[in-house]
């Protein structure tokens, strides 16, 4: 695990000079180097612990049945977004507003491509714990990218 | 079974995580034939990775122009 991570970071810094993304994913990735992000995942406190295990942040969307409140909409042209170089601005903007942690659970898995299994263990969680995060960034970032994007008319 | 709504948003999310049991891609399916909320939910989740990627590559090519 330890080879694959490092194969990360000095991935990482290969693509030396990338723009915004690239300059945050240093920010989070390399200079906090994979100990740090390990001692705080320990260290955190208990509440944050106890919220980790569930996704219960995100219960005000449903009813008591576990349906939807409101039932999502349909993007509009989501496709026509990736050519808009606003709507890359929204959503690196969106990815900021995440909580660092579940922030940088999320890029481990989808800008690097980490293996889920390869982030929970380098960082010392759980499978479920990390699926709850992954699950938690992707909610969280649906529901800005629809305030801040898909939702203006 | 029948999964609610915020059930399936999870698997929807592990389902890109890991490789979900036979029988959680068949509740998946059936959830989603019937539910218009979470059939968008299922393309949006899809669509932030494609996004993500996107991010990734505009900023590497900004870069070596
Ligand atoms: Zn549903």
Known sequence: ?153 | MMLSCKETSRLLSQGQDRELAFGERVALRVHLAICNGCRNVSAQFQFLRAAVIKLSDDGSKENSA
């Open chain 1, 1 to 153: 695990m330890q080879d694959a991570l490092l194969a990360a970071l000095s991935a990482e810094s290969s693509f030396a000079g990338r723009s915004n993304l690239r300059t945050w994913l240093t920010g989070i990735l390399k200079h906090k180097i994979v100990d740090t992000i390990r001692r705080q995942v320990r260290d955190r406190p208990a509440a944050e612990q106890e919220s980790g295990g569930d996704d219960g942040d995100f219960d005000a969307l449903f009813d008591q049945r576990g349906h939807w409140e409101e039932a999502p909409d349909a993007w509009q042209q989501p496709e026509g977004s990736l050519q808009q170089k606003q709507f890359l601005a929204a959503l690196e903007a969106c990815l900021r507003d995440l909580p660092e942690r579940t922030a940088r659970v999320f890029m481990m898995r989808e800008h690097l491509g980490l293996e889920t299994s390869e982030i929970c263990k380098e960082l010392g969680v759980t499978a479920t714990h990390c699926w709850v995060m992954l699950h938690r960034a992707r909610m969280a970032l649906r529901l800005c990218l629809e305030e801040n994007w898909f939702g203006k008319t």
